[in-house]
């Protein structure tokens, strides 16, 4: 048995996503415009259960994605809304060449959200596909993780309570905290040796 969970949120894996970095490496954005599919969700075994057909416009110099329900090839009931837009951005690196954007199109309050993000997602029953803020989602992981051990790691004197306190519970919850007390003070004592010693210079 896995952790409980520890909020209700929807997860990122439970979602289609949209990866800029695939389409960049594909080449998608190479030419400026053109048609293309991308690889939405596969499972367990690699085999492709959806794909999303879209077409890439440049139109005053901006670059936009098309995605169009009629292009959507689907094995799990995946429902997009109507033809919409996703703008696509660029960022220059230091080292050169182009880092391309997704801007959320979810509207929030009349407006795009415009978030500048590398992946999109379409949670279930979502037919429009937005942002990690706007759906308010979140990881697996971050469901399984017990937040009270580090709560109680930067209170010392609620740690000591929860260590002799008597309940079973708060005690294994109050030896954890500590363990990450001392890990964090460790590493806080290294810092300033490295510091008074100047072992940070490369030398």
């Not at 949120?9 to 960049?24: A, F, N, P």
């Not at 690196?93 to 415009?114: E, I, K, M, N, T």
């Not at 810092?191 to 030398?203: F, Q, T, V």
Request: hydrophobic residues 35%; proline residues 5%.
């Amino acid at each position: 048995m896995g952790r409980p969970s520890w909020t209700t949120r929807l997860t990122v894996e439970q979602c289609r996503i949209l990866r800029v970095e695939s389409m960049q490496r594909d080449g998608v954005f190479r030419s400026g415009a053109g048609s293309s599919w991308t690889t939405l969700w596969k499972d367990n075994s690699g085999f492709i259960e959806a794909a999303l057909g879209f077409v890439v416009v440049r139109e005053r110099g901006e670059l936009a994605l098309i995605i169009d329900p009629e292009q959507v090839k689907q094995y799990l009931g995946m429902r997009i809304l109507g033809r919409y837009e996703v703008p696509i951005t660029s960022t220059r690196p230091h080292l050169g060449g182009a880092r391309y954007w997704f801007r959320c199109p979810v509207r929030r309050d009349g407006s795009p959200c415009g978030k500048r993000v590398g992946r999109l997602y379409l949670p279930p029953e979502m037919q429009t596909f937005g942002c990690r803020r706007c759906y308010n989602l979140t990881y697996k992981s971050a469901q399984t993780h017990d937040p009270r051990p580090y709560k109680l790691a930067r209170n010392v004197n609620a740690m000591d309570a929860a260590l002799h306190g008597g309940d079973l519970i708060q005690g294994l919850l109050g030896a954890r905290a500590l363990l990450l007390h001392l890990q964090w003070s460790r590493k806080r004592r290294w810092s300033r040796l490295k510091s008074m010693y100047g072992l940070n210079s490369g030398a």
